[in-house]
C-alpha cells in the first residue's frame, strides 16, 4: 500500500521547518520581550469543555475521539441503526482535539486560578485541529500564535499588542496595514440607524464590504430583514473616509446620540493617539466595517493585512468581557491577538524575505579520509562545538567528489579537510565553499576563523 497521510495535514521538510522555526521563533522571542509567560494545553479536552463554544457549526468541526477499549461497552445499540450521531457520538467519545487555543485557555484561567497572577499575561504556541473541508490556504491542522491579557480592562494592553504586531513583523520585514474598529462603535451604528436587534446581522454583511462590494452587502442587508430607511442611514457611514483622526471625528458627530458608541469612540482615539505618540512603522487604520467575530467581541477589534500579497488576515484580535464565564467564573476581562502562523508563512515565501543564513544547518563539514584522519577530525569537531560552531563530519569514507558533493547540496559554506599532511601537523585545511580559497590551520586559528 503506498504511504499517505490524512487530507488537510502536511509533512514539512528540513527546509520548510528552518523557514516555520524562524517565523515561532520570531514571534515567541517578541512575545517574551513585552513580559508575556509561555502556556501549554493538552492536544485533547474533554469534550464538555469543547461543545457549545463555537456554535452549532464549531461543533460538527470538532474532531472526536473514540474512549478506550471496548468503546461501544454499554451503548444504546438502536442509536446505529437509527443514525442518530449526536447522542452515539456522546457515548462513545469522551475527548476531542482542540478547536483554537482560546476555550483551552479559558479553562486553563479558571481551573488555576488560584495559581495565578492577575493580571495574567500567557502565550500559547501550539497546533490546533478542525474537521474542515480542506482547501488552499485551510487546513485540518495548522498553527496559531496567541497572546492574552486576562484580568485588566485597561486600554494600555491594546495599546501594546499593537506595539508587538508592528515589532513582530518589522522583524519579519513585511509591509503591513493594522485596521482597527470597536465593538461599541457597531452597536452604536446599530442603535441610531434604528435596528439594535439587527446588530449580528448588520455586522456579518458590512464584514464582507471588501470582497462583494457596498451594492451586495445593500442587498444582503434586505435579505436580512432590514429596512429600506435603515440601509439609507447606514450607508454614509460605511464612506466615511480620511485619516483615523477624521473618521473618528465623523463618528462622534454621527454617533452623538449613542452613549455606547460615544464610548466606543473614546476608547479608538485613545489607543490611536497613544500609539501614534509611540510611533508604529505599521500604517494604523479605522475600518467601520471590520467586525471579526462580532459574538465573541466586546471591545476594540483588531485585523492586519499584508499590505504587498493578496491574502486574507495574517493576525487578528481584541477585547472580550466575558472569556471565562462558560466555565462559571465570569466578569473576567481580557484582550488578545492571534499571529496566523501559515498565512505569514505564505507570505514570506511568496516576498522571498527569509535570511538566507536562517537555511544553512552545519557551518562545516569535515571529511572523512580514513580511520586515523576521521578520529583526529572527530577531536576538531568537539573543539568547534564547544565554541558555538555547528559542525559534522562525513560519516564514510566516501570519495572526496561524493562528500564534497554533500557539502555543496546541503549549503554548508565550509569544509575541513584532515588528510596526511594535516595529520603529521595535528592542523586541518580549511576550505570556503563559495570561493575555493584553502588555508593550512591550527584548530584554534580555524575556530577564530569561523567566528569572525
Known amino acids: 500500500m503506498k504511504p499517505s497521510i490524512p487530507k488537510g495535514t502536511r509533512d514539512f521538510s528540513a527546509c520548510e521547518m528552518a523557514r516555520r522555526n524562524y517565523i515561532f521563533d520570531t514571534i515567541r522571542s517578541v512575545f517574551s520581550l513585552f513580559g508575556y509567560q509561555p502556556i501549554e494545553t493538552p492536544a485533547m479536552e474533554n469534550l464538555s469543555t469543547l461543545m457549545g463554544k463555537y456554535g452549532e457549526e464549531g461543533d460538527k468541526l470538532l474532531f ?23 447522542k452515539l457520538t456522546s457515548q462513545i467519545c469522551e475527548k476531542g482535539l482542540r478547536y483554537d487555543l482560546t476555550v483551552p485557555f479559558a479553562r486553563f484561567v479558571v481551573q488555576h486560578r488560584n495559581e495565578l497572577q492577575f493580571p495574567f499575561k500567557r502565550y500559547q504556541i501550539q497546533p490546533v485541529w478542525r474537521a474542515d473541508r480542506p482547501q488552499k490556504g485551510r487546513y485540518r491542522e495548522f498553527y496559531q500564535c496567541d497572546a ?88 454614509p457611514i460605511l464612506a466615511i473616509s480620511g485619516t483615523p483622526a477624521e473618521r473618528l471625528a465623523a463618528l462622534r458627530t454621527l454617533l452623538a446620540q449613542s452613549e455606547t458608541g460615544t464610548k466606543g469612540v473614546d476608547e479608538l482615539e485613545y489607543i490611536i493617539a497613544e500609539s501614534d505618540r509611540l510611533g508604529l512603522r505599521a500604517e494604523l487604520e479605522l475600518d467601520v466595517s471590520l467586525a471579526r467575530g462580532l459574538n465573541y467581541y466586546t471591545g476594540a477589534i483588531i485585523e492586519v493585512k499584508a499590505k504587498d500579497v493578496a491574502i486574507g488576515s495574517i493576525t487578528g484580535g481584541g477585547r472580550y468581557d466575558n472569556l471565562t464565564g462558560v466555565f462559571g467564573m465570569p466578569g473576567i476581562s481580557g484582550v488578545g491577538i492571534s499571529f496566523g502562523a501559515d498565512r505569514i508563512y505564505d507570505v514570506l515565501n511568496t516576498l522571498d524575505l527569509y535570511p538566507a543564513s536562517m537555511l544553512r544547518g552545519s557551518k562545516i563539514l569535515f571529511l572523512n579520509l580514513g580511520r586515523a584522519e576521521a578520529a583526529a577530525s572527530a577531536s576538531f569537531v568537539k573543539a568547534m562545538r564547544q565554541a558555538g560552531i555547528a559542525a559534522e563530519i562525513y560519516p564514510d569514507a566516501a570519495k572526496m567528489k561524493k562528500q564534497m558533493s554533500y557539502a555543496d547540496n546541503r549549503a554548508i559554506p565550509f569544509v575541513a579537510i584532515v588528510g596526511e599532511q594535516e595529520l603529521a601537523e595535528n592542523k586541518l585545511t580549511l576550505k570556503n565553499m563559495q570561493t575555493g580559497q584553502q588555508s593550512l590551520l591550527t584548530i584554534d586559528e580555524a575556530i577564530a576563523s569561523l567566528l569572525s
Open 64 to 86: 472526536k475521539i473514540l474512549n478506550s477499549g471496548n468503546f461501544l461497552n454499554g451503548v444504546d445499540r438502536s442509536l446505529t441503526e437509527t443514525e442518530n450521531v449526536g
Open 148 to 235: 492574552d491579557v486576562i484580568g485588566s480592562d485597561s486600554l494600555l494592553n491594546e495599546i501594546e499588542l499593537l506595539q508587538m504586531v508592528d515589532e513582530v513583523f518589522a522583524r519579519l520585514g513585511i509591509r503591513i496595514t493594522i485596521k482597527l474598529n470597536n465593538r461599541k462603535i457597531l452597536a452604536g451604528i446599530a442603535e441610531i440607524i434604528g435596528a439594535p436587534d439587527k446588530l449580528i446581522d448588520i455586522t456579518v454583511a458590512i464584514d464582507k464590504i471588501d470582497k462583494i462590494g457596498l451594492d451586495n452587502v445593500k442587498a444582503e442587508l434586505t435579505e436580512r430583514g432590514l429596512g429600506t430607511d435603515a440601509i439609507e442611514a447606514l450607508t
